[in-house]
Nanobody
Framework: QVQLVESGGGLVQAAESLRLSCAAS????????MGWFRQAPGKEREFVAA????????YYADSVKGRFTISRDNAKNTVYLQMNSLKPEDTAVYYC?????????????????WGQGTQVTVSS
């Protein structure tokens, strides 16, 4: 059974940084586009960032562009989300997801597997 396990969440103050990690197992990691999504209380889950199989293409939501960076290490079956200049509105549960398809990879329905999420809380 495919597993995606997120880590690195926590409580930080505004303008600080966090790096999230997502370790994948039981899938051929290099064949999947990997994405990060987030869900704040009372809101729908939304796209944050995605990175293509080889790591040579990345996509970001406008709200995080210039502050967040997605990267991957195919040798370690791990995808990362470096989050800088965090804002209180970044507070959410962050989810890692894997997409085997060839779509845009910015929509929830594109993704085949999901992690359990990690909480990020940014205080003002």
């Amino acid at each position: 059974q495919v597993q995606l396990v997120e880590s690195g969440g926590g409580l930080v103050q505004a303008a600080e940084s966090l790096r999230l990690s997502c370790a994948a197992s039981r899938l051929t990691f290099s064949l999947y586009t990997m994405g990060w999504f987030r869900q704040a209380p009372g809101k729908e889950r939304e796209f944050v960032a995605a990175i293509r199989r080889s790591g040579n293409g990345a996509y970001y939501a406008d709200s995080v562009k210039g502050r967040f960076t997605i990267s991957r290490d195919n040798a370690k079956n791990t995808v990362y989300l470096q989050m800088n200049s965090l804002k209180p509105e970044d507070t959410a549960v962050y989810y890692c997801a894997a997409d085997y398809g060839l779509g845009s990879s910015t929509h929830l329905d594109d993704y085949d597997y999901w992690g359990q999420g990690t909480q990020v809380t940014v205080s003002s």
